[in-house]
């Protein structure tokens, strides 16, 4: 491990992998969380998009799901998830706001069943970031100006998280789920974080 980027105690990424909270982002805790198996170091950022329901933006249907308060009868769709308790550490909006759900030193219930280069149960080792949106819908700029900013921070604070351990949903359950879709354009957000 290298401690080449926290040259001083209190760097915002030194602050962020001692609290596990980010700075500027509302913090809004879900109940879905749990610990990470012991002595488990956080090496991979898995990008996701959502929306509730799908190819709707705006609303908060998105917090209240992972704070396992969406009301089934609200819409059809809701009933099909309803009973799930699902997580991610960090939401994205569409404006580029940022929503904090769980500590990222916790283990969220983002991945389900996964793998990364062989390792298994991406949940335990990795940090998850919903990005408000649909598989073909274009992302908003705001949001891969966010998404690069907090991934910078998040790599700094963890270097185990390399350039080639940020991957999609989709990269580590494939045929199972598609996000974040072919709309996120991978090249453009390399070229944004390298720009951090
Ligand atoms: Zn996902």
Not at 18 to 23: D, R
Not at 46 to 65: K, M, Y
Request: hydrophobic fraction near 35%; include cysteine.
């Amino acid at each position: 491990m290298t401690s080449s980027k926290r040259t001083t105690s209190d760097s915002p990424a030194s602050r962020v992998r001692a609290t596990g909270i980010l700075p500027d982002a509302r913090w809004c805790p879900s109940p879905n969380y749990g610990d990470r198996p012991g002595g488990t170091a956080i090496s991979l950022l898995v990008v996701h998009n959502i929306s509730l329901p799908p190819g709707q933006f705006g609303g908060d249907q998105i917090e209240r799901f992972f704070c396992n308060r969406l009301d089934p009868s609200e819409h059809p769709y809701f009933e099909t998830i309803a009973g799930l308790q699902v997580s991610a550490h960090l939401l994205i909006r569409r404006d580029g706001s940022v929503v904090q759900f769980v500590n990222l030193k916790d283990r969220a219930w983002h991945a389900g069943r996964s793998s990364f280069c062989g390792q298994e149960e991406c949940n335990d080792y990795s940090i998850g970031i919903e990005l408000e949106g649909a598989d073909d819908v274009p992302y908003a700029q705001p949001q891969y100006h966010a998404l690069a900013r907090v991934a910078s921070l998040i790599m700094a604070a963890w270097p185990e998280i390399t350039q080639d351990r940020i991957t999609g949903h989709s990269d580590i359950a494939p045929g199972r789920k598609t996000d974040p879709g072919p709309a996120f354009d991978w090249e453009h957000f390399r070229h944004r974080l390298a720009g951090h």
